[in-house]
């Protein structure tokens, strides 16, 4: 991740960041790059490969699980480049083809994990995002409660 003196970054964070970047699009993405004061030297570690990957599933939602099917992966890593010897490791990984959008997770969960810019990247680029996709999520959640048909059934006595 990190070189060894510096500190860790809290797991439970990195994972709701890197779940709000994975599910971001592509132009919201690009936007929040093109938005950034100062953008970071990186250099590619691995570039965007694309694979495929096994979806497994479990009967009732908690039951024995199941090979559901394979579905499009790409991922990348990149390293951010810093005058000072310190380096931070990004890495990302999005359903689809689209190397450039793993590409941008990647630098994104580098930067959040540099100290320095944490904040800021966490204000101007994850929380803009978390919103749009909370905002999302209730419209669709609205729309399915609406057509919500409660069932009962009624016995008959005997």
Known sequence: MNSSSQPQVEIGARQRWLAVLAKA??????????A?????????LRPGETGLV??????????QPFNLGEMT???AAVQLLDAGGVTWTGFGHV????????????????LMQDPARHDSVERAVIA????????AKATQ??????SKVDF???????
């Open 25 to 34: 699009p592509l132009d919201q993405l690009e936007a929040a790059w093109e």
């Open 36 to 44: 950034l004061g100062d953008k970071p030297a990186y250099r590619a």
């Open 54 to 63: 096994m979806v497994r599933g479990r009967v009732g939602g908690s039951g």
């Open 73 to 75: 992966m790409t991922r």
């Open 95 to 110: 359903a689809g083809r689209s190397a450039r959008r793993a590409e941008l997770v990647a630098l994104f969960d580098a």
């Open 128 to 135: 803009p995002l978390a919103a749009r996709q909370e905002a």
């Open 141 to 146: 959640t609205a729309k399915v409660t609406a």
């Open 152 to 158: 009962f059934t009624m016995v008959r006595g005997e």
